[in-house]
């Protein structure tokens, strides 16, 4: 009687134990995991939860960082991640390709501004013909994203280097570079709390960003603003280094429009819902209209240069280049 009674509290362990490992394996194939530039938050959040809705059960968990810090928690860290959405395609490029993803997707376009609010200094007078002297007034401080960890960040430095040729200011960007450093934050979207508390009057940011946080915003020469593909070889006449691949290295960012970039890494736990999202995000009836509608617009389909790696279902969104 007592060896039946084991058989049977055995039996049941094992099937308790069995039930256990097929619940934990189907919450983790509905589980997504994405790592996105800061100016993604609200569009990606949207975007989630679309997605969930036609999808019941997925459970999508965001990290949002500097784009360059998204791909080194994949390559050095280690982390898993199924998606990577960079501010800037590059990024993914030239930190992932080949070793921890095998290809990449243009998906979205946007542009530098100068973001500030109605108390800010002088914003009254500001223009898009003074707002470099504006900034340079004594009482008046500004802030921007640290280049070695945010595309925004030496995305500001080449704006204020193509305002010094654009404006003929000899000298221009090395002192607005070297004004205000203390307001130097990790990601563009860290220094939106600088800005509302007043801390700060100004901010080096994306134009999609001032759209969804309700900010006043300076329109810039289209000369300055990285925006145009039309003016690419204008824009690669400025530069800014940066850290590279590896610690105490370093490479040369050029200017360029700006483009983000969407890819798989190699590690992703789950790459079938990965693609099913991407699906979802670059259709223009779903998720590219949220994208539209948050300022940053399409360019799907963009030349790619792993265009032959890019998985089946997903190279419509990409051409060869």
Request: charged share 25%; glycine share 4%; proline share 5%.
């Amino acid at each position: 009687m007592k060896i039946t009674m084991k058989i049977t509290v055995i039996l049941i362990l094992t099937l308790l134990f069995s039930a256990g490992c097929k619940s934990s394996k189907n919450e983790d194939s509905k589980k997504l995991i994405i790592f996105h530039a800061g100016s993604l938050s609200v569009p990606f959040k949207q975007a989630a939860a679309a997605f969930q809705k036609s999808n019941p059960g997925v459970n999508i968990i965001m990290e949002a960082a500097g784009s360059r810090t998204c791909a080194r928690k994949i390559s050095d860290l280690k982390k898993p991640c199924d998606i990577m959405a960079s501010a800037d395609y590059t990024v993914i490029n030239t930190l992932l390709i080949p070793d921890h993803a095998s290809w990449n997707i243009r998906f979205a376009a946007n542009e530098m501004v100068l973001a500030y609010h109605k108390s800010s200094k002088l914003s009254d007078k500001i223009n898009a013909d003074n707002w470099y002297s504006i900034l340079m007034d004594k009482r008046v401080s500004f802030g921007r994203s640290d280049p070695n960890m945010d595309p925004c960040g030496y995305r500001s430095v080449l704006t204020m280097k193509l305002a010094e040729k654009f404006y003929k200011k000899q000298g221009l960007a090395r002192k607005m570079l070297a004004k205000n450093i203390n307001f130097i934050r990790p990601k563009e979207t860290d220094l939106l709390a600088l800005l509302e508390s007043h801390t700060i009057d100004y901010i080096f940011l994306y134009r999609s960003v001032t759209l969804q946080h309700k900010l006043k915003a300076l329109i810039l020469p289209d000369q300055i603003n990285l925006k145009q593909a039309s003016l690419k070889k204008h824009y690669k006449n400025v530069k800014v280094k940066i850290s590279g691949k590896k610690p105490g290295t370093y490479i040369y960012k050029y200017g360029a429009p700006m483009v983000y970039g969407i890819t798989i890494p190699n590690n992703s736990p789950n790459p079938k819902l990965a693609k099913a999202f991407i699906k979802f995000l670059l259709d223009p009836e779903k998720g590219g209209k949220i994208m539209k509608d948050n300022g940053q617009p399409s360019v799907v389909p963009a030349a790619s240069l792993s265009y032959k790696n890019i998985p089946g279902e997903l190279k419509r969104y990409a051409a060869k280049q």
